[in-house]
């Protein structure tokens, strides 16, 4: 099926990202979220890295002016219905996914394909509340959006065939390369990435280093672009305890335990650069270690 138009819900940092790609391959969005400040905020982010992309000269301004004009921002989630594709990416809660695609269903065309970014939850446990297991799949972009070049595209047990095809061409068209994953708790990236971070909060909880000299130990001495204490403030801390949450339920293996640091962090609403405050501190002019 052709895919023209695309509801986009959650205007946080992925559904801003993605927001941003689909309106500059030239689809026709609609970003959707329970805040107007999202709102507003998902709209400023979105203009503010097109500018930075027509500073680097990647697109000229004309092409930034034509891909904001293609972006609608609404606070009625039933308004994205009669799109041909719907890409949740709302806050990693499976009550929250869940009651959005209740609420999308009576609203949608039956041809629309429905997607979920989780980054971790059961394709097919949320494929299976909704009228159309066979047209929803997992569609998970990486952070930032318009930088990463992955998506992994996640089918579900029932997932069609012509769904998965068309959602390949849709990666194709953004620029992007998909990666398949099957549906086991956090599919490939984040079963091997979200350990990784956990096990730098146990490095720091158990002392063996600082933040600083955990983070400059893994960048300097593994070449990772981000330490991991400062990608688990990129990330979002919420979104990794959650991610920790499901891949400790769902595999059922002690080695995905939370760090009990990483918990006191989320339980201050210390979630990282998006609250201010995190394994850094971001209020200043330059981000400080809180540990
Ligand atoms: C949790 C999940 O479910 C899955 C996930 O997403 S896990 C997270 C995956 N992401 C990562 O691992 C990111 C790791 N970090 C990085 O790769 C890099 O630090 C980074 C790309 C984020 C920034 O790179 P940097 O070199 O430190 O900064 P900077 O020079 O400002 O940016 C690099 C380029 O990206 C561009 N860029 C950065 N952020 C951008 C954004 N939000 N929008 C558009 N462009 C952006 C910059 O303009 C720059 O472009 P040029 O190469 O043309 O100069
Ligand atoms: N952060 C990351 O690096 C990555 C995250 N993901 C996944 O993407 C999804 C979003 O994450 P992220 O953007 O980081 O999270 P954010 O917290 O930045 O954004 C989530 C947004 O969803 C909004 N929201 C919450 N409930 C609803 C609802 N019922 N209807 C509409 N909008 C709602 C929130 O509004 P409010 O703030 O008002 O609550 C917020 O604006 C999650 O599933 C996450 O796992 C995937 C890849 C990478």
């Known amino acids: ?11 946080g940092q992925m559904g801003n990202g993605i927001a941003h790609v689909f309106s500059l391959a030239g689809y026709d969005v609609t970003l959707t979220d329970i805040s107007q400040d999202s709102l507003d905020r998902g709209l400023a982010t ?26 609608r921002t609404t606070l009625q989630v039933t308004d994205i219905g009669p799109s041909d594709l719907i890409v949740e990416a709302a806050t990693e809660r499976e009550t929250i996914k869940t009651a959005i695609f209740e609420d999308l269903q009576p609203h949608l065309k039956p041809e629309t394909i429905l997607t979920s970014n989780t980054s971790s939850i059961s394709i097919t446990r ?4 909704t ?5 929803f799949m997992g569609l998970h972009f990486m952070n ?9 595209l996640i089918r579900g047990i029932a997932t069609d065939e012509e769904t998965y095809q068309t959602m390949l061409q849709v990666v194709d068209s953004l620029g992007k390369t998909a990666a398949s994953a099957e549906d086991f ?14 096990e730098a909060v146990y490095t720091l909880y158990e002392g063996v280093g600082n ?6 130990a893994l960048k300097l001495g593994a070449a990772h672009p981000m330490g991991p204490l400062e990608l ?17 339920d769902g595999l059922a293996d002690t080695k995905y335990r939370p760090c009990p640091l990483l918990t006191k962090y989320v339980e201050a609403g210390w979630l990282g650069r998006k609250s201010g405050r995190g394994f850094y501190d971001y209020r200043g002019e330059t981000p400080v270690p809180t540990r």
Do not use: H
């Open 131 to 135: 009228d159309r297991p066979e047209r």
């Open 1 to 11: 099926m052709g895919i023209k138009t695309v509801g986009i819900v959650g205007a």
């Open 144 to 152: 930032p959006v318009p930088v990463m070049k992955l998506v992994e």
């Open 46 to 71: 979105i203009r503010k890295n097109m500018d930075r992309q027509v500073t680097k000269e990647k697109i000229t301004a004309e092409t930034r002016d034509d891909a904001m004009s293609r972006i």
């Open 211 to 216: 933040v600083r000299s955990i983070d400059t």
């Open 185 to 198: 708790p956090a599919f490939i990236v984040n079963r091997i990435l979200l350990p990784m971070i956990n």
């Open 126 to 129: 949320l494929a299976s509340r």
């Open 232 to 248: 688990a403030d990129f990330i979002g801390l919420d979104t990794c305890l959650a991610i920790m949450n499901v891949l400790y």
